[in-house]
């Protein structure tokens, strides 16, 4: 089994590819993210794939060209080179270009919705077509493929010499390419690099801050502005557990930290493209607090969470949860990150139109009246609501936030400067509990809650004796190696998931705050060794078994990562 961190990431800002590194394409949602995979082997081993490998011996090594999300695996004789086409307009098309000379195999099994549906071949218009769909796969030059049957479902499968090169690219709903192929390689390669040497990134390993933020443009919706949680669904909190969940959907939260990472790297387009997302998310509501925890890249509501039993699950992990049981949950925190979102754009120089400002204030008036209801918190906990102290901390941010924006364009912001003083008054009488010493998850209860490092060094926090506190006493009760968890305590499932990577970036940026510089340089330095061999993070990480963990690449990971940076180098 593939390590989950050991994938390569395609991506053409529509749809997203994950490559093993012996070549084979075992993921491929296209043309949206979130449509079914058509190869889907991360989760099922009859799921399907796109196999291409030298007929004798592995490809010895794969990285991404330069700044790119161009891949080339080589071999001893072969180099394959593997991208989404960014010339491809409509659609997607995979493009996997074979070059030198040597025998290769090659296996297409596409399956259709993880193997529910059966799936033909045909042959069509100089290639092969699945049946009953726009997907559509060529040969240059042509090489004789056996059709085999797999049950319900149909493969095809070469072994052939190449002497030169060997083109074979796959259209989902994608018309014929106009350009030669070394053209749109050179283009998509270029469009990455461009769009790179827009960004400022932080001092340090170039290498691995470059990834990082290619990663998180990768993530983006071209077609919409919504950016992913992840590329991926129901990878495993707990190899073998029940915690696995589709993150191929937008959080406004998650969204909105990652454009913010972007914008103070340089690039507020990303910012500007979300926020016209959510004002058509917002447009269909007849108040902003109505908003959902998370929507498709499209912003469609969610019909909720399917269980494929019938699938293996990676490494064993049951059951595969297609869509999203958060969606209807009260998350009160979520409008933090987005009107902070609004004022690093402004910082970033950009502008904020009318309508920005309409939604800013919406957003601001839904808090002043919601603020100080219970809420499941930005862990989405399927459990009693709570008074999450993050969730108020958020509230406050926004508040704070949205009339600094707001006071700058002339607006009256006296009720939420009020609002928001009212927040930090019921938290600091509330919050800090006296037996953890620490401000804990929830009022009256003594749960430490790694979510409140976020809040450390923003202002939020009025007596520095017990910021500090609560600093170290949530590294002293969630460190584990060089991650920390989430939280400890009962949260009604299975299994003991690996330690939030975005926690411990945010454990770096809280220990630099309260003056433990040398801590958190030495935690920085532990958590850049977890990344994996190109350079992405999963979700959590298991520092016992040495396993990233959870989905891939994670947005929130990606940009705890640059974020911490970026405090560390200032």
């Known amino acids: 089994m593939t390590p989950i961190d050991h994938h390569a990431l395609l991506s053409d800002n529509r749809g997203l590819a994950l490559v093993e590194p012996s070549g084979a394409v075992v993921w491929l949602c296209a043309p949206r993210p979130d449509d079914p995979p058509l190869f889907g082997r991360l989760l099922d081993p009859g799921a399907g794939a796109f196999e291409l490998a030298p007929a004798t011996g592995v490809w010895a090594s794969q990285a991404y060209d330069g700044d790119t999300l161009v891949l080339r695996s080589e071999g001893r ?55 009953g769909t726009d997907v559509v796969l060529r040969c240059e030059p042509p090489i004789p493929l056996e059709l085999r049957q797999d049950g319900l479902h149909q493969t095809l499968v070469a072994e052939v010499e190449v002497d030169g090169r060997l083109l074979l690219e796959l259209a989902v709903d994608a018309d014929l390419p106009v350009a ?38 990768a993530l983006v919706h071209a077609p919409t502005g919504a950016i992913l949680a992840a590329a991926t669904c129901s990878l495993p909190e707990v190899l073998g557990g029940v915690r696995n969940w589709d993150y191929r959907f937008c959080w406004p939260r998650d969204a909105s930290y990652a454009a913010a990472t972007l914008a103070r790297l340089g690039d507020p387009s990303v910012g500007l493209g979300l926020l016209e997302w ?53 998350q009160l925190d979520a409008f933090g990150p987005v009107i902070d ?5 402004e910082e970033a120089g950009a502008r904020l139109d009318a309508g920005h400002l309409a939604l800013l204030e919406q957003l601001c008036d839904a808090i002043t009246r919601s603020w100080d209801r219970e809420g499941h918190g930005v862990w989405e906990l399927r459990a009693r609501a709570r008074s999450h102290v993050y969730s108020r901390g958020m509230c406050w941010l ?43 998850m929830a009022y009256g209860e003594p749960e430490l809650d790694a979510a409140v490092l976020k809040l450390i060094g923003s202002g939020f926090f009025t007596e520095v004796a017990q910021e500090r506190a609560t600093v170290m006493a949530i590294e002293r009760a969630l460190g584990r190696g060089p991650v920390i968890d989430r939280y400890r305590m009962d949260d009604g499932l299975p299994g003991a998931e690996g330690g ?7 454990l770096v940026e809280a220990l630099w705050r309260v003056g433990e510089r040398d ?12 990344a994996g061999p190109l350079g992405l993070y999963c979700e959590e990480y298991d520092p016992e078994a040495g396993l990233g963990l959870g989905n891939f690449p994670q947005a929130y990971s990606q940009l705890g990562l640059l974020d911490a940076a970026r405090v560390l180098g200032g």
């Open 77 to 131: 004789a072969l180099t394959l080179t593997d991208y989404l086409d960014l010339e491809c307009r409509s659609g997607c098309r995979l493009v996997r270009c074979v070059e030198g000379r040597g025998r290769v195999r090659v296996s297409f099994a596409p399956r259709l919705d993880l193997g529910a549906r059966a799936t033909s071949l045909v042959p069509a218009e100089g290639g092969w077509r699945v049946a």
């Open 278 to 330: 959510l004002k058509r998310c917002a447009g269909d509501l007849e108040r902003a607090d109505m908003l959902e925890p998370l929507y498709t890249v499209a912003g469609e509501r969610l019909e909720g969470e399917v269980l494929r039993e019938e699938l293996d699950g990676y490494a064993g992990s049951r059951p595969v949860r297609v869509g999203n049981g958060a969606a209807g949950q009260t």
């Open 398 to 440: 926004a508040l704070t936030r949205g009339a600094q924006v707001l006071a700058r364009a002339g607006r009256d912001v006296a009720r939420y400067e009020a609002e928001a003083a009212r927040i930090q008054a019921q938290v600091a009488a509330r919050g800090f509990h006296p037996e953890a010493q620490a401000f804990t």
């Open 341 to 345: 979102l609004c004022a690093v754009l």
């Open 500 to 506: 939030f990577i975005l926690c411990a970036f945010w």
């Open 180 to 217: 030669p192929e070394p053209a749109r390689r050179a283009a998509t390669a270029a469009a990455w690099r461009s769009w790179l040497d827009t960004l400022t990134l932080p001092p340090g390993p170039r290498a691995l801050f470059a990834r990082s933020a290619l990663t998180l443009k």
């Open 519 to 530: 801590a958190a340089r030495a935690r920085f330095e532990a958590l850049r060794g977890i």
